[in-house]
């Protein structure tokens, strides 16, 4: 377990205050989130890697909850084997 990332507190502190009385986002506006270009997010939520995105219709979009668990659960991209490119 690596613990903490350097920068958890900012995105969790963003994270709050992004989406108060939103339960989902646009894939763009979390990747500006949490840092990370929008076509890495597509790229993961097409192969199944990005558990927050829920495809409807032709639109991908987030779960804020899912993705709250997903950046600081125990399902975190960073504690995959290490192919994974996030960002």
Same mark, same amino acid.
């Given at each position: ?10 995105? !969790? ?17 979390? &990747? ?18 990005? !558990?927050? &995105? ?8 987030? !779960? ?24």
């Amino acid at each position: 377990d690596r613990g903490p990332r350097e920068g958890d507190e900012v995105v !969790s502190q963003k994270l709050g205050i992004a989406v108060q009385d939103r339960d989902l986002m646009s894939i763009p506006e979390t &990747a500006r989130l949490i840092g990370c270009h929008p076509d890495t997010l597509y790229r993961l939520a097409r192969t199944g890697n990005f !558990s927050p &995105a829920i495809k409807v219709g032709a639109r991908w979009l987030v !779960s804020v909850p899912r993705l709250s668990k997903f950046l600081h659960g125990p399902d975190r991209i960073s504690e995959g084997t290490g192919d994974e490119s996030f960002g």
